[in-house]
């Protein structure tokens, strides 16, 4: 079964909605978080969109979700923001900080 949340946006709106949770709950000195996006051009218009079509799930089991998009996704970046000890361990390992998806092994 697909899930999804029946409210498709782009990757961009839910970069710039990660932005805006940050900003109001860990704001940067000067700026906003929406300051550091950027688009790489090996990848253009790739992240505009992606869809699934949850209805199997609801058709045959009733299946809707409970929690909205934003709700979700806020309570999900607090937890993050709240849980460093379980997430930092992972950026020290060295296959973290390579750009995946190029066909290149990491050194």
Same mark, same amino acid.
């Given at each position: 079964y697909n899930i999804g949340g029946k409210n498709e946006m782009t990757n961009l709106d839910v970069v710039h909605t990660l932005c805006r949770i940050l900003d109001a709950r860990r704001p940067k000195a000067g700026g906003s978080y929406a300051d550091q996006i950027t688009?790489?051009?090996?990848? %253009?218009?790739?992240? =505009?969109?992606?869809?699934?079509?949850?209805?199997?799930i609801d058709r045959e089991l009733g299946w809707t979700p409970d929690v909205k998009f934003d709700?979700?996704?806020k309570s999900t970046v607090e937890?993050?923001?709240?849980?460093?000890?379980?997430?930092? %361990?992972l950026?020290? =390992?060295?296959?973290?900080q390579a750009r995946q998806g190029l066909g290149k092994t990491p050194k």
């Amino acid at each position: 079964y697909n899930i999804g949340g029946k409210n498709e946006m782009t990757n961009l709106d839910v970069v710039h909605t990660l932005c805006r949770i940050l900003d109001a709950r860990r704001p940067k000195a000067g700026g906003s978080y929406a300051d550091q996006i950027t688009f790489v051009a090996d990848r %253009p218009g790739h992240d =505009r969109r992606y869809a699934i079509n949850a209805g199997k799930i609801d058709r045959e089991l009733g299946w809707t979700p409970d929690v909205k998009f934003d709700d979700g996704f806020k309570s999900t970046v607090e937890w993050y923001l709240e849980n460093k000890i379980w997430w930092q %361990p992972l950026l020290e =390992r060295s296959e973290t900080q390579a750009r995946q998806g190029l066909g290149k092994t990491p050194k």
